[in-house]
């Protein structure tokens, strides 16, 4: 008996692709594929495919889906509820108010949201959403096509949200500088041009001589007459100098935050040289 339903369900499948899918798709599948190769590739498609019914119960789920979501026995699945309830909240709330104006509209729908498996392992999926008419022209089921995408790293995330925070201080500063009259001088120059890009950790001795027109070995010649310290460790102290300005005004909830506001890549060295900067800056 479980043959048979698994065999229609697969026929069903078929049936639903060959009227969502275009005529060319069609087209192609009719002439190269028989029934057996096309089920066989419904098997091994890296994709997830689900066929609701009109009150979002589970009808079918491809191989591909039971095997990315760590089901051991889907039958137990079939004829329940969509979204499962062991999915984010947030995932099914979503997922349930696609369905229902994917069912209302007879538009197809999309959406990309992360889940989870049995296992509680994080998934990123993107889903289509095919209302699929009877002979009647009336709304018989739905079918969910579902791709997995890699999900997004949090330390990504993270990275992105601090080098947004890395611009706004940079712009920070150009515009409190621009506004103010700026002493002519060179070093008055120098240290605005620092201030207004230390955000940036690609800013470095050839950056700062460009913004000043002039070549490197002029820049360096002249820093160091000025403060007997070369470009490179001048840029680094205003950095540190900076750092230090936030950590002691708890401008930043952590020290990645302050490090990648002026401009350390690392977080590991930064800690460091910070450490020995504090040393002498400390009565």
Do not use: W
């Not at 051991?72 to 062991?86: E, H, K, T, V």
């Not at 000025?226 to 001048?234: L, N, P, Q």
């Amino acid at each position: 008996m479980l043959k048979k339903t698994h065999a229609d369900d697969h026929n069903s499948v078929i049936s639903l692709l060959d009227q969502a899918a275009s005529t060319s798709i069609v087209s192609a599948l009719q002439s190269n594929f028989t029934k057996g190769q096309a089920i066989a590739l419904l098997d091994n498609a890296p994709i997830c495919i689900k066929i609701l019914d009109l009150a979002f119960n589970l009808k079918y789920m491809s191989p591909s889906g039971i095997k990315s979501l760590g089901i051991d026995d889907i039958n137990r699945f079939y004829g329940q509820p969509y979204p499962f309830d062991f999915y984010p909240q947030l995932f099914c709330d979503d997922m349930t108010k696609s369905l229902n104006r994917a069912l209302t509209t007879n538009k197809i729908v999309k959406q990309e949201a992360n889940i989870v498996d049995l296992k509680g392992n994080e998934l990123r999926y993107h889903s289509t959403i095919i209302p699929v008419e009877s002979e009647n022209g009336q709304n018989e089921t739905l079918l969910v096509i579902s791709i997995e995408v890699p999900v997004t790293n949090e330390e990504d995330i993270e990275l992105l949200k601090l080098k947004s925070l890395q611009e706004s201080i940079g712009g920070h500063f150009i515009k409190e500088h621009s506004n103010q009259n700026v002493n002519s001088s060179f070093m008055a120059k120098v240290e605005n041009i620092v201030l207004a890009n230390m955000h940036d950790n690609n800013f470095d001795v050839n950056a700062l001589a460009e913004h000043l027109f002039m070549s490197r070995s002029t820049l360096q010649r002249k820093l160091k007459m000025e403060t007997g310290e070369s470009a490179a460790i001048f840029i680094r102290q205003k950095r540190l100098s900076k750092a230090h300005e936030f950590i002691q005004s708890k401008a930043h909830k952590t020290i990645a935050e302050t490090a990648y506001s002026v401009g350390f890549k690392h977080i590991g060295n930064f800690s460091a040289i910070y450490k020995k900067y504090k040393l002498t800056i400390t009565p």
